[in-house]
């Protein structure tokens, strides 16, 4: 196969029309044919009642598929992340032998209880025998002993979910705010937290594609970026960013690979490209980078300017990922928030139980 630089293929008769889901499936087979449920982005924050809002979890976006006999799988965005997570897939989090299929991340999580995703990639990127320990957060049900729960409400899903997970503490149930959003985002930014996430209660589970009952509310200006290439500078090595725009990849900026172990794995986990057709801009990168094909993912956040080619950004390096589908980087234009308002009365929150983060008065 020659290393190109390709658009994301559409499905044959594929169309912007919501495709219908599958009514039945099994467990074992539900992560072959399936994709996770994507976000649609949302400009601001918003009330609602009848709307769920959780942290947004940044980690490894993965489902846990579970059989009678113990055994678990875990199907990431990508592949298979079992081996890179054993201690998850030796977990037992059901009360008694369960088939299930679950939606979630995998995480490392700080002192405060937050998501550190730099420490995740640490973890993948260095080759050590001591790591930061993950956890599983699950976040939907998608199927219990035989039956597709993802026609059904979420509300449901998430009452089901709730009665299934026991007391192991490598999976685990976060919590979530229902109505106030505001309340929450404006909570969650004040610790540091990148974004949120919004789903309607009556909603369906809309596998592989980008709901219109699932947004995301950025906290910040963290995002993701597909890595296009690379150069060498004085600092080390810089990655070039890009994302999809019309079915072509466009140039964003460059990010600084900084630490050995994180440069050695940027340089086995690349695949050179021999085509750039694909890729807009590439005059404006100058003629020392190298191109990639579009495997990788960087997670970025804009940086104090520095030398970098005319008409790109330069950004921060928070982590490089191939556990992320690089075909979902695509620019889209956020929605505006519901007109909707928040009645119900504020509890108290915290997002997990493995290492609290209390929200005090913001849910």
Do not use: K
Request: charged share 20%; aromatic share 6%.
């Amino acid at each position: 196969m020659s290393a190109l630089i390709q658009a994301p293929r559409r499905r044959r008769g594929s169309s912007d029309a919501q495709p219908r889901l599958p009514m039945s499936f099994s467990a074992m087979g539900f992560a072959g044919r399936a994709q996770p449920e994507l976000s649609t982005p949302c400009a601001a924050p918003f009330d609602g009642d009848e709307w769920l809002f959780s942290v947004e979890w940044e980690g490894s976006r993965c489902l846990l598929i579970a059989e009678e006999d113990g055994s678990m799988r875990l199907q990431g965005e990508v592949g298979s992340l079992d081996a890179r997570f054993p201690e998850i897939s030796a977990a037992s989090p059901f009360h008694g032998s369960r088939r299930a299929v679950l939606d979630g991340s995998i995480c490392v999580l700080d002192g405060h209880g937050r998501p550190d995703l730099a420490a995740l990639f640490a973890r993948v990127s260095e080759s050590t025998l001591e790591h930061p320990p993950a956890i599983f957060l699950a976040t939907d049900l998608l199927h219990l002993d035989g039956e597709p729960l993802i026609a059904r409400p979420l509300r449901e899903r998430l009452s089901a979910l709730q009665h299934l997970i026991g007391q192991d503490s490598r999976v685990q149930l976060p919590d979530h705010v229902l109505g106030h959003g505001r309340a929450l985002a404006q909570a969650a930014a004040s610790r540091g937290l990148s974004g949120l996430i919004a789903r309607r209660t009556e909603a369906p589970y809309r596998a592989g594609v980008a709901s219109p009952d699932r947004l995301r509310i950025p906290l910040n200006d963290r995002r993701e970026a597909v890595v296009a290439g690379w150069f060498s500078t004085a600092a080390g090595v810089s990655v070039v960013l890009a994302d999809w725009v019309g079915g072509r990849l466009g140039l964003l900026g460059t990010a600084t690979v900084t630490g050995v172990a994180s440069t050695r794995w940027l340089a086995g986990a690349v695949e050179l490209a021999t085509n750039v057709a694909a890729l807009e801009g590439t005059a404006e990168a100058g003629p020392d980078v190298t191109w990639v094909r579009p495997r990788l993912v960087a997670t970025v956040e804009p940086a104090a300017s520095t030398a970098v080619p005319v008409g790109l950004t330069h950004f921060s390096l928070i982590a490089l990922r191939d556990d992320v589908n690089p075909q979902w980087c695509v620019r889209r234009t956020p929605v505006q928030p519901p007109e909707a308002g928040a009645h119900l009365p504020l509890r108290p929150f915290s997002p997990t139980v493995l290492n609290a983060l209390p929200i005090e008065g913001a849910a």
